[in-house]
């Protein structure tokens, strides 16, 4: 059974800066591409970051690609979500998923960016 644990958010001023991780069990997590979404209030879920099994291929999403950086130990079966000069508006529930082969998503951690 996969499970995918995010940890890291939180309560944060403008400027400031977290890290996210997920710790995946129950998948071969070295080949697993691996992704983190987030949805904010009143909004549908969307894509922020993928990253392949070996980190060969990584997209982040223009809108935050200057700010966030995704990568991933597989050695922990950890991917990292690093959001650097956080706004107010990438305040969400944050998701790690596992896209590939297997498919399952973690429970969210909420980020919220506020003065």
């Known amino acids: 059974q996969v499970q995918l644990v995010e940890s890291g958010g939180g309560l944060v001023q403008p400027g400031e800066s977290l890290l996210l991780s997920c710790a995946a069990s129950g998948l071969d997590f070295s080949i697993t591409v691996m992704s983190w979404y987030r949805q904010a209030p009143g909004k549908e879920r969307e894509l922020v970051a993928v990253i392949s099994g070996v980190g060969g291929y990584i997209n982040v999403t223009n809108s935050v690609q200057s700010r966030f950086t995704v990568s991933r130990d597989n050695a922990k079966n950890t991917v990292y979500l690093q959001m650097n000069s956080l706004k107010v508006e990438d305040t969400g529930v944050y998701y790690c998923?596992?896209?590939?082969?297997?498919?399952?998503w973690g429970q969210g951690t909420q980020v919220t960016v506020s003065s």
């Open positions: 998923r596992a896209m590939w082969p297997k498919s399952a």
